[in-house]
């Protein structure tokens, strides 16, 4: 007789949800919850994608394709990739993915042998880390100093006999930082002494807020055969269902991405595909009112918090989140930490954001201002509501009067 339940791989157990879905998932016990934790653009993509995928469905151009992807996208991710990047890409460099996030697991998978560390940098996208782990390999943290990344003793302490990835996000999910050219140059050296991969994650990367954006292979493109570029059109043309992405490099690493897709998801949704090609083929003017928009509710949302006692804030350059840190709020109002700040702001004002420290910087919280706008104002109203009564309340406790 059998007496014991089967068990689950180790790894996936030890993981969970992914903390960024599982905040947009938890309930608010209020009766009108705006969610401010989600990292998605308000509206649906541009008409022609929307349309694109409509056809494809009704004409049946829905057989199975080439694991590595239609090869017109692939060459226009390409094109869009080189001019970009500033370095030559041809389609057979490029892998059409499901979604940026099948792109990183794919290509650590890809690079990494049981035990190989990875650097990621603090504050990180917390799916980075479990990817790591997922596939096999050591999360090493890097932490960042007052400007959000790392200071030059401590990305150089990172490396090691060990290192044989490092993940590098700008604009950065959460800050919204991008790297100097020093620190970029530092770090490049550092992976070439190495001999290590760099995973460029560009998701962001067309929502560079302050222009021009200046992508990580222009500025070293001696890095590119060792550089895997990662793209999406999730945050770019609002195709976050599309599940539809990326990932650019040299010959041998997409050679095995695509033996490893074979026998995985095989390629992303042929819909999916034919929505991209369309959404690559637009002349630029729908992503520029869209960086146009997010600028102005990033400064608008700067502008409201700035100032607000005990909130420190540091301007992002792009992507879409705010990332103030709360340090002195929560110890001027005697809350615990920023989970319980979360948590509360949550059950008692209804708006949700995601604790700092699922992106390894306790003390914070990340707030998106990409959502529906009336959403977002809303949720910046109460949040100052939130953050200013409960001053008063501490107050009140220790018998100050206003
Ligand atoms: C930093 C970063 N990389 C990658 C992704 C993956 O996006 P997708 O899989 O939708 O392309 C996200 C999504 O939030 C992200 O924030």
Known sequence: MVSENPTLNRLVASMGLSPTMAGAAAIACHPDPVDLSIGEPEGPPPLCVREAAAAAALEGRTRYGPV???????DQV???????DGVAYTQENVIITSGGKAAILDALRCVLNPGDEVLIFAPYWPSFRDQVVLAGGVPVIVPFGEDYLPTLANLEGSFGALTKAVILNQPSNPTGCVWDA?????LAQLVQRYCAWIIVDQVYGTLTLERPETPFLRQVPELQDRCIVVESFSKRFAMTGYRLGAAAGPLPLIGAMVS???NSVTHPSMVSQHAGIAALGMDGKW????????RKRRD???GELDGLSGLRLHPPKGALYLFPNITDWLVDHGVANDIEFVRRLREESGVKVLPGSVFGAKGHFRISYAGPETEVWEGLRRLRVFLKSRSVCAMA???IER
């Open 287 to 294: 992503e520029q009112a869209m960086v146009t928009s997010l």
């Open 68 to 74: 590595a992807g239609l090869p017109e996208l692939r």
């Open 260 to 262: 490893l897709a074979s």
């Open 78 to 84: 390409a094109q869009d990739l080189s001019h970009r």
């Open 182 to 186: 020093t620190r970029i140059q530092v």
């Open 397 to 399: 406790k220790i018998g």
């Open 300 to 302: 608008r949302m700067m």
